[in-house]
């Protein structure tokens, strides 16, 4: 086997089958499955599937509550439709509160139409369903007598459209973008994720050599390039590891959503092109950052310093985020292209501008190219720099020493 | 023919000179001693011949050349700065730095086995390297250096933290080394074991040469007009004699500069004194030592 592949998975094993690794493996999914179940318990406790008593004495709702021609529309809009139930009285409206056959019950009363007041009672806070399913009732009631196109319109809701400048590109307002739709957005964001977290075991798997004092022993064994080359890949496995695991978990809770019925998992058409984009960007930009770290963590003295350092790459992967606002205005603007391009920006702005238009190929490659001459160019450094700066302890490393030019 | 071989190499950090002007030969199947006080410019003298530092002028051949990746497996190193990896089982972490020499893995599992048995290791070989003593993290250091059976290896302070018993397992494996004809480059403080193993040394101070060459011809240069005696009788009265000192067992009679020691041998022939060693006082290389230090160059 290579030396470069044997340092990679010495790398890989030493810190993937460690209880540490595994704990940050699962540590992720599981707050995140933590956060959303607690959305949805929350949501749910929220809700009441409970029947609605009603007391309607203005008259104005009809006897099916729902008028009959929208009856389709209404079952739409509502995934779980609660039961309305009249009551002629008031006290009989009581009477099956306190035995617990419904939740609550509204009261219209005679002079509603000039008041537009009306009474709810309850021995518990009703649901929000009950609320929202009630006033949507009341609202289309109202509107009896007027054209049937009038109260179909407003028993749809509001319903339009976004669609990019250029044309190419659609979101249903109503619904909002779709998880698909998002995709390139999401593998950019879990890119950006993946590098800030891995950037610690790339500080690490400098240190520690530091720290054991292997250095010395590696330099005479096998050439810088090789360590570093090794030690970069496996830093990469390891992310690529956390990766895969976490996109298992997150394809697990699509299917779940989607078994439960989640109304925005239901469309998962995406555009590949654009995902292949954003990995083939992603890729190469997380060895750019990943083989900088390591130049970083060879050149300075501490690791903190080390971390004051990497902040400012870090920040830089956050620009697009700041400036979305232009993409919006004009995903094709001269800024959009300059930041599709630039290594350490092109991730995140590729990602964004995905949402908005289909970034052009020819900038895709552009951007690739860029990203690769990147990456092996700090690759070099960063075996440079580990070369003259790791066994220099206490001093920090000169930049003309770095490139040579001393 | 020479394992190493430097010309005139030079080396400085901000101004400062660690080695200047260094010249010296390693030959084949020698074990050379690389001798100098603390930061008299060893470690950075060892560094330029691995290529761990670039030399600022002159030239280093190493394993008859430039030294290059394909002759990293031809050397064992063991710095000054000890490394092994601390969180990782001492087996693994020596299997993983022969591995890194180009060694397939099972024939490096059987040597390795060997090697610890040797040094009474073999039970600590599941234990994390942090888990073991300083001699015995020593002792594993000592197992990496050599476990890819090099043709040259360079040693720095090979012997400390070893306990005696420990000092006598690695200076037999030197002794085997050597006799298998592999080179030895050792730097250390301990003298008397530089006496006991080393071919020719370099003694080096401020970066520089101070005393180079084979050791027994050193020490006869650094001999005094003196002999060491160990006699039953009476030699107060033997002329040429110009102070008597004791000397463990015997005594060391320091000549003027007329007499000879085969003048005393005759002399106490003569009187009938019983003798029971008679040699030329040599001095120690500790002697030599601190006289070159203290007193500046001198080139056997």
């Known amino acids: 086997m290579h030396k470069l592949w044997r340092v990679a998975v010495y790398e890989y094993r030493r810190n993937v089958f460690k209880k540490s690794f595994i704990l940050t493996l699962l540590s992720l999914p599981c707050t995140i499955a933590f956060t959303i179940g607690l959305g949805f318990f929350m949501e749910s406790r929220q809700d009441n599937r409970r029947p609605v008593g009603v007391v309607d004495q203005a008259g104005v709702l009809s006897a099916a509550f729902i008028p009959t021609d929208i009856v389709s529309v209404w079952a739409v809009e509502h995934d779980e439709p609660l039961e309305f139930i009249a009551f002629q009285t008031n006290e009989m409206a009581r009477l099956a509160l306190e035995a617990n056959e419904i939740q609550a019950y509204f009261i219209l009363p005679e002079h509603y139409m000039s008041t537009r007041q009306l009474e709810v009672v309850y021995l518990q806070e009703p649901g929000e369903n009950a609320w929202g399913q009630f006033y ?72 520690d050599e530091k720290e054991n004092r292997t250095v010395e022993v590696l330099v005479t064994s096998i050439s810088s390039m090789q360590l570093i080359g090794g030690k970069i890949l496996g830093v990469v496995a390891i992310s690529l590891t956390m990766l895969f695991a976490w996109t298992g978990v997150v394809i697990l809770g699509i299917f ?36 900088l770290m390591t130049a970083i963590g060879a050149m300075v003295t501490t690791t903190q310093e080390g971390q004051s350092v990497s902040g400012i790459f870090f920040a830089l992967h956050f620009v697009p985020m700041y400036i979305s606002w232009s993409f919006l205005n004009d995903p094709h603007s001269s800024l959009a292209v300059l930041l599709s ?21 020819w900038q895709v490659i552009i951007s690739v190219v860029i990203q690769i001459m990147c990456a092996l160019g700090a690759i070099w450094l960063a075996s440079r720099a580990f070369h003259f700066g790791i066994l220099r302890y206490g001093q920090r490393l000169n930049i003309r020493r770095l490139l040579g030019l001393d | ?85 601390q969180d990782v089982l001492l087996e693994r ?28 290791l073999a039970e600590h070989k599941g234990k994390k390297v942090k888990e073991l003593s300083k001699g015995m993290q020593q002792k594993a250091q000592i197992i990496s250096t050599i476990l890819h059976q090099p043709e040259l290896i360079v040693v720095d302070e090979p012997f400390t933290a070893l306990d005696p018993l420990n000092v006598q397992i690695v200076k037999d494996l030197m002794i085997e080394l050597h006799q298998r004809g592999v080179t030895i480059v050792m730097s250390t403080h301990q003298m008397h074991l530089v006496e006991e193993l080393c071919d020719r040394i370099l003694l080096i101070d401020q970066g520089r040469n101070v005393l180079y060459g084979a050791l027994d011809e050193i020490r006869q240069h650094f001999s005094g007009h003196a002999v060491l005696v160990h006699a039953q009788g009476d030699l107060r009265n033997i002329q040429g004699v110009r102070e008597i000192l004791p000397h463990n067992n015997a005594v060391k009679l320091v000549l003027d500069d007329r007499t000879m020691p085969q003048d005393v041998f005759k002399a106490l022939a003569a009187s009938g004194t019983k003798v029971n060693m008679f040699e030329i006082a040599l001095p120690s290389l500790d002697e030599i030592f601190i006289q070159v230090v203290e007193g500046g160059e001198m080139h056997a």
């Open chain 1, 136 to 207: 949507d009732i009341l609202r289309l009631n109202l509107l009896n007598g007027q054209s049937p196109e009038t109260v179909y319109r407003a028993a749809s809701g509001v319903d339009f459209i976004v669609r990019s400048i250029d044309g190419k590109r659609e979101v249903p307002a109503a619904s909002g973008p779709t998880f698909g739709l998002l995709m390139p957005l999401f593998i950019a964001m879990a890119f950006l994720f993946m590098l800030l977290m891995s950037s610690g075991y790339t500080m690490s798997a400098v240190a």
């Open chain 1, 256 to 291: 779940i959503g989607r078994q439960a019925g989640v109304g925005w998992f239901s469309n998962l058409s995406m555009d590949w092109r654009a995902v292949i984009a954003v990995v083939a960007i992603g890729i190469p930009a997380y060895v750019l950052v990943t083989a």
């Open chain 1, 341 to 361: 391009v630039l290594p350490i920006t092109s991730l995140m702005t590729v990602g964004m501008r995905n949402l908005f238009t289909i970034v052009p190929t």
């Open chain 2, 1 to 85: 023919m020479q394992t190493v071989e430097v010309k005139h190499i030079s080396k400085s950090y901000n101004n400062t000179h660690a080695v200047e002007d260094l010249s010296f030969e390693v030959e084949q199947g020698e074990i050379f001693g690389l001798l100098g006080p603390n930061g008299a410019g060893k470690t950075t003298t060892i560094r330029l011949m691995l290529n761990i530092f670039k030399p600022d002028s002159g030239t280093i051949s190493i394993l008859d050349g430039p030294m290059i990746e394909a002759k990293k497996a031809r050397i064992g190193y063991m710095p000054e700065e000890r490394g092994l990896y």
């Open chain 2, 93 to 120: 972490c020596l299997l993983y730095l022969a591995s890194l020499k180009g060694i397939p893995e099972r024939e490096t599992r059987t040597r390795l086995g060997e090697y610890l048995e040797r040094f009474e």
